[in-house]
C-alpha cells in the first residue's frame, strides 16, 4: 500500500522515523490532486504554496529533534464554506464566486496551529444545501468508488478527497446528514460531533441551530485526532460549549463487552436495501460477539424528522441567507434601475434553484399567519424527537442503524425529484435535530461493489463511547483498509 493510501497514524509514524518528509508527502498528494481533480471535481480551489509552506515547518522541527504535533504533515481539505484567509470563500455558490476571505474559521486557525498542511477548499452543495454535490454551481463531485454514482452531499468533495486518496483527511458541515451520509457513500469515516462542541465561527451558516463542523478519516483512530484538534471551547461562538474534550484517542482501545446496543426499528424496515439491511444485521452479529447485548429499539416520532427538518433547516436558511444581497460583498447584478432591482437580480441570477427553493420553503414558514402553524409546530415537534431519542438511550448506550437506506445512486437520477433526494437523510437528521453525536464507517460493499455505511449515535456529550464502540467494531470488520481503484491511479 503506498503512503497516500495508509492513515494518518501510519504517516505520522513514517514522518517521525524520518522514513518520509512531510515536504514529499504534501508533494505527493499535491500530484495526486493534479491528476485525479478534473475528473473527479473534489476541489473548488487549491493551497499548494500554502501548504508546502506548513510542510517545510514541519520537517524543520523534526530535523531539530522537536515533538511534531500528531497531525502535523498531514495533508488536509477544508469543505469550501469555512473561511480561512486570503483563500476564496465560496460555499460553491456565484453570489460568492471571487469573495476572499479576511480571516481564519477557527477550524482553520487549530489546523494551523497543528501544522497541517491544508491543500484546498473542498467542492460542496451549493450553501450545504443537497444531499448528492450535484448542486454546486461549479462541477459536481463524482464518487471515486464509481465516477457515474454521486459522492453523497453536502460535503461530497471533502469525503470523495480522502476516499480516492488526494488527501489524508478533510473538514465537512453536517446539518441533516452532510458529513455522514458522503462518508458512507464514499467508503470513508465521518463523524458530527455533539452540537457545541466544536467552533462554527467562520462557517457560513445555513442553519445555525442544526449546523456542526466535523472530520472525515479513513479510521476511527485518525478521525478522533481530528476532532481532538478542531474542538473546544471557542468564546467567538455564542453556542460553542464550556467543556474539556479529553484525550479520546488515547481511550479507544477499551474493551466494549457488556455495551449495550439498540437497532433503530423504523429504519431497518421497508425501503432499506437488501444489502444494506445484512451489512447492518452483520455489524449487530459481530457486535454481540464482542460481548454486548442488541435489542430493537423504536423511535416512534422518528417518521416526523424529515418534516420537522425542512421546516426549521429553510426557516433558518432563509434568514442567515438573507445578508447575500450584493450590497457589501459578492455578486452584484449589473443594469438594475433602483436598489429593489438590485436585490431581486442579484439574488435571483446569484443563488442556484434548490437554494432559491429552500429560502422560499423558508420564508414562507416564518411569514405572518403561517409562523405558528409551521415553524412554532415544527420546534414543539422537534422537542418531542429529542425526548423521544433521551428515553430510547436510557435502555441502551448507542445506537444503530444503516447511514443511508441504499448506497451511492446514479448521477442525475433524482436530481428533478428534490422529494425523493430529501428522504436520503431520512436516516441522519434526527441527530442533528437533537444535537447528538453521530458518525457513519464503513461495514460492508453491496453487489455491485459500492460501499455501505453504518450509522452509531450516543447521547449528547458521549462521544468517548460512541468511537469506543465504533473502533471496536472497526478492528473486527477491517472494510477500513479498502481503497477504491482511483488510490493506485499514478
Known amino acids: 500500500m503506498e503512503l497516500l493510501e495508509k492513515t494518518a497514524k501510519e504517516q505520522h509514524e513514517a514522518l517521525v522515523n524520518k522514513e518520509i518528509s512531510a515536504e514529499e508527502l504534501t508533494k505527493a498528494s499535491i500530484e495526486k490532486i493534479e491528476k485525479l481533480d478534473k475528473t473527479l471535481g473534489a476541489f473548488n480551489s487549491v493551497t499548494f504554496d500554502k501548504a508546502l509552506e506548513t510542510a517545510k515547518k514541519v520537517d524543520e522541527k523534526i530535523a531539530k529533534g522537536e515533538e511534531i504535533p500528531y497531525l502535523a504533515g498531514i495533508p488536509c481539505a477544508l469543505k469550501d464554506n469555512m473561511n480561512m484567509k486570503d483563500t476564496k470563500t465560496t460555499c460553491s455558490s456565484k453570489i460568492l464566486e471571487n469573495f476572499v476571505s479576511p480571516y481564519d474559521a477557527t477550524v482553520a486557525v487549530k489546523l494551523k496551529e497543528n501544522l497541517v498542511p491544508i491543500l484546498g477548499k473542498a467542492n460542496l452543495d451549493e450553501f450545504a444545501m443537497g444531499s448528492s454535490n450535484e448542486n454546486s454551481a461549479f462541477n459536481i463531485v ?26 489524508t483527511l478533510s473538514l465537512g458541515s453536517d446539518t441533516g446528514g452532510s458529513i455522514r451520509l458522503p462518508a458512507s457513500f464514499c467508503g470513508i469515516t465521518g463523524f458530527k460531533p455533539t452540537y457545541g462542541r466544536v467552533s462554527r465561527y467562520g462557517l457560513v451558516a445555513f442553519a445555525s441551530s442544526l449546523d456542526q463542523i466535523g472530520p472525515f478519516g479513513r479510521s476511527i483512530e485518525d478521525v478522533a485526532h481530528l476532532y481532538e484538534a478542531i474542538a473546544g471551547y471557542d468564546e467567538k461562538d455564542s453556542t460553542s460549549l464550556k467543556m474539556e474534550v479529553g ?22 424496515a421497508e425501503g432499506i436495501e437488501d444489502d444494506v439491511k445484512s451489512a447492518v444485521e452483520n455489524a449487530a452479529k459481530t457486535y454481540e460477539k464482542l460481548g454486548c447485548t442488541v435489542e430493537e429499539i423504536s423511535l416512534p416520532l422518528l ?16 434568514s442567515n441567507l438573507a445578508r447575500f444581497d450584493g450590497v457589501k460583498y459578492g455578486y452584484r447584478a449589473q443594469n438594475c434601475e433602483n436598489l429593489l432591482d438590485m436585490y431581486c437580480k442579484t439574488r435571483s441570477q446569484g443563488f442556484g434553484s434548490e437554494v432559491k427553493r429552500r429560502i422560499m420553503l423558508g420564508t414562507y414558514a416564518l411569514s405572518s399567519g403561517y409562523y405558528d402553524a409551521y415553524y412554532k409546530k415544527a420546534q414543539q415537534l422537534r422537542r418531542l424527537i429529542a425526548n423521544d431519542y433521551n428515553e430510547a438511550l436510557k435502555k441502551v448506550d448507542i445506537l444503530i442503524c444503516p447511514t443511508c437506506p441504499t448506497t451511492a445512486f446514479d448521477l442525475n437520477s433524482r436530481a428533478d425529484n428534490p422529494l425523493a433526494m430529501y428522504l436520503t437523510d431520512i436516516a441522519t ?31 449528547t456529550l458521549n462521544e468517548l463511547t460512541l468511537l469506543q464502540s465504533a473502533y471496536a467494531l472497526e478492528k473486527v470488520l477491517g472494510v477500513n483498509n479498502q481503497r477504491p481503484d482511483m488510490c493506485a491511479v499514478k
Open 142 to 167: 463524482r464518487n471515486p468508488y464509481n465516477l457515474n454514482k454521486v459522492p453523497g452531499g453536502s460535503s461530497g468533495g471533502s469525503a470523495a478527497s480522502v476516499s480516492s486518496c488526494e488527501v
Open 247 to 268: 484525550n479520546i484517542s488515547s481511550n479507544l482501545d477499551k474493551d466494549i463487552k457488556g455495551l449495550k446496543i439498540g437497532i433503530i426499528k423504523e429504519l431497518m
Open 303 to 318: 417518521k416526523h424528522s424529515i418534516g420537522v427538518y425542512y421546516i426549521v433547516a429553510t426557516a433558518e436558511a432563509s
Open 429 to 459: 437528521i434526527f441527530a442533528n435535530l437533537t444535537g447528538a453525536p453521530a458518525l457513519s464507517m464503513p461495514v460492508g460493499f453491496d453487489k455491485g461493489g459500492m460501499p455501505i455505511g453504518l450509522q452509531i449515535t450516543a447521547g
